[in-house]
């Protein structure tokens, strides 16, 4: 059972265009999304995170978008560069459950110049 | 400050064989996770170690051990690979500041079970 779904699988968009990936979940309990980036060869690494008492956060080119009604997050990339072209993960958990995440299944970003 | 470490970085091993993933963290974090990613899987917990001295199974724990040696260290063991158990691995440690929780990712051990 996918607790964390995640969409699109892949996404192509042109330099400078807006990148949108969106996840959905099922547990009401969850109260903390972040977004991991992850280059080829590497770790993951926390990109920007959000907590449902506010519905947007913004870091830079980087927006998340929280729908708790829906039960649906999302993240927007402003002005994407070719530098952005990585594999973006969704993520959930709940306080108290020592950090334990769960990850979507990731996005695979390709930014064309 | 290097952060995640893990070795081997690549290993190759014949199925029943065993082995032992090492992971380490120089940030005096208290936390530190297993993780195994798969093409169209995501990433899944195996398992996390909230403190020194206590270990506890994530989603995909069955075929693995793990060791919370001391605070820096969380091992990972196969005792009898499978192919099944191809993968990438993937080590973390986590710390919280104010409303924000990170986890910090080693660069992985990529494993080719035979």
């Known amino acids: 059972q996918q607790q964390v779904k995640q969409s699109p699988q892949s996404l192509i968009v042109q330099k400078g265009g807006i990148s949108i990936i969106n996840c959905a979940y099922e547990?009401?309990?969850?109260?903390?999304f972040p977004w991991y980036q992850q280059f080829p060869g590497k770790g993951p690494a926390l990109l920007i995170a959000?907590?449902?008492?506010?519905s947007e956060k913004k870091e830079g080119r980087f927006t998340i978008s929280f729908n708790k009604s829906a039960k649906q997050f999302s993240l927007h990339i402003m002005d994407s560069q070719p530098g952005d072209s990585a594999t973006y993960f969704c993520?959930?958990?709940?306080?108290?459950?020592?950090?334990?995440?769960?990850f979507g299944t990731g996005t695979l970003l390709a930014v064309q110049p | 400050n290097a952060g995640v470490t893990q070795t081997p970085k690549f290993q190759v091993l014949k199925t029943g064989q065993s082995m032992t993933l090492q992971c380490a963290q120089d940030?005096?974090?208290?936390?530190m996770y297993w993780y195994r990613q798969d093409p169209g899987m995501g990433l899944r917990l195996i398992y996390y170690s909230a403190s020194e001295g206590t270990t506890d199974k994530g989603e995909v724990p069955n075929g693995y051990n793990v060791s919370r040696l001391n605070k820096r260290e969380f091992s990972l063991r196969l005792e009898s690979a499978a192919p099944s158990q191809t993968s990438v691995y993937f080590c973390a440690s986590s710390e919280t500041s104010g409303s924000q929780e990170t986890q910090y990712f080693g660069p992985g051990t990529r494993l080719l079970v035979l």
């Open positions: 547990n009401t309990a969850f109260d903390y």
């Open positions: 959000i907590r449902p008492d506010v």
């Open positions: 993520a959930a958990s709940r306080s108290g459950a020592t950090n334990k995440l769960i």
């Open positions: 940030m005096n974090h208290n936390s």
